[in-house]
């Protein structure tokens, strides 16, 4: 008589397998769809790459976390890779961002601010310990260190050098913080960035610093509804409000966040004004 049991139990055996695989798939697939459904919060790259993930990767957990709604963070090696998405749509959901890229998605997008950064923000023009310069003047034909446009930085550089034939070189860098370091290290002979991160090299010498603008602001796309926006700016101005959230805009070196609306940035998107796809 022929036994069966081996043939049963193999049967047995993969159907398990057959479930399993199947349930593995689905939680991929429900993995895949909430993470696709996420709302994706931009940060420009003020700082290197990893460092901007490292340091606002908790706090956008924590607006996840606050306002129920699933939210991560979108980053970018540089600022030629962040105007290439911004100019051609804004792929993300929300963004903190400088007054000019700002209005201009409110502008051009539809986009609408929901809160700020309490203050102004302005730029410095600094040179090393060593190198005293009283007047931007003096750096025509000398080495700058700049981010990319449309960084505030460079928007500011074409703002104390307007004249074309009498400009300084220009160094391109990824973030404000090699800016920094290149003029420290004596790469090049001075270097704008913004004054709240030029705060932390006490070695380096001020020329000149900028009429302030408002300082950096949150918006949002019009794709996203009235009530998470009402949630995100409840959030956001929260933060301030409680050790933990104080402890995090500590950690992203950020103020507290205040309520603000389009109006306080109209004009800024002019000083974009000559930037390639403006």
Same mark, same amino acid.
């Given at each position: 008589m022929l036994n069966y049991q081996p043939i049963r139990h193999h049967r047995r055996?993969?159907?398990?397998?057959?479930i399993q695989s199947t349930l593995l798939i689905i939680g991929l697939v429900f993995g895949v769809s909430a993470q696709a459904g996420a709302l994706k919060f931009a940060i420009p790259p003020?700082?290197?790459?990893?460092?901007?993930?490292?340091s606002f990767g908790? *706090? %956008?957990? =924590?607006i996840s976390e606050l306002t129920g709604t699933p939210i991560t963070i979108e980053t970018f090696p540089n600022y030629l890779a962040f105007w290439q998405a911004t100019r051609t749509g804004s792929p993300f959901d929300i963004a903190l961002d400088a007054a000019p890229t700002t209005d201009f998605r409110v502008q051009r997008q539809h986009w609408h601010v929901i809160a700020k950064l309490k203050g102004t923000v302005t730029q410095s023009l600094v040179t090393g310990p060593n190198n005293a310069v009283l007047d931007p003047s003096e750096l025509i034909n000398k080495k700058i260190a700049v981010q990319p446009s449309p960084s505030v930085s460079a928007l500011t550089l074409y703002q104390l050098f307007p004249n074309p034939v009498q400009q300084p070189? *220009? %160094?391109? =860098?990824?973030?404000?913080?090699?800016?920094?370091?290149?003029?420290l290290s004596g790469a090049v002979d001075a270097a704008i960035i913004p004054t709240?991160?030029?705060?932390?090299?006490?070695?380096?010498?001020?020329?000149t610093t900028t009429a302030p603008l408002p300082f950096l602001a949150v918006s949002v796309s019009p794709a996203v509804s009235p009530a998470t926006k009402e949630a995100l700016q409840n959030?956001?101005?929260s933060l301030s409000?409680?050790?933990?959230?104080?402890?995090?805009?500590?950690?992203?070196?950020?103020?507290?966040?205040?309520?603000a609306n389009d109006q306080e940035y109209a004009g800024s998107e002019k000083l974009l004004e000559g930037t390639f796809g403006y």
């Open positions: 055996r993969m159907w398990g397998l057959l003020f700082l290197p790459q990893a460092e901007i993930e490292k908790p *706090l %956008v957990a =924590k070189i *220009l %160094v391109t =860098k990824e973030s404000n913080r090699e800016a920094a370091d290149a003029v709240p991160i030029a705060a932390g090299y006490p070695n380096l010498n001020t020329v959030a956001l101005i409000q409680t050790p933990a959230g104080e402890a995090l805009l500590k950690a992203s070196q950020l103020r507290a966040f205040t309520p």
